[in-house]
């Protein structure tokens, strides 16, 4: 089993930088897919990027160009360092991870952004 830990939320005015990491710990070396959530107050969980284990990653459109999704070489932790915040991206992060049919969730990292 994995259990997925993130750190690094945290409250910022708009244009400022964050950098969010998630730690998956368990007996499954190199997950096939790490991935980033967020859920703003009142709406749905929204996908925000994901990266594979092979390099191939996406992004959700408001997100191009200012996040970043990464993977530490050879260990299943992942990173989204989200630049030119804007009061949209506020909420909370799940990090997700998925490994041939089998998924799992974080807990979340609140992220605000506000002046």
């Known amino acids: 089993q994995v259990q997925l830990m993130e750190s690094g939320g945290g409250y910022v005015q708009p244009g400022e930088s964050l950098r969010l990491s998630c730690v998956a710990s368990g007996t499954i070396p190199n997950i096939n897919t790490m991935a980033w959530y967020r859920q703003a107050r009142g709406k749905q969980r929204e996908f925000v990027a994901f990266?594979?284990?092979?390099?191939?990653?996406s992004y959700t459109d408001s997100v191009k160009g200012r996040f970043t999704i990464s993977r530490e070489s050879g260990r299943n932790t992942a990173y989204l360092q989200m630049n030119s915040l804007e009061p949209e991206d506020a909420g909370v992060y799940y990090c997700?991870?998925?490994?041939?049919?089998?998924?799992?969730w974080g807990q979340g990292t609140q992220v605000t952004v506000s002046s």
């Open positions: 990266l594979t284990s092979a390099g191939n990653s």
């Open positions: 997700y991870a998925a490994h041939w049919g089998t998924s799992w």
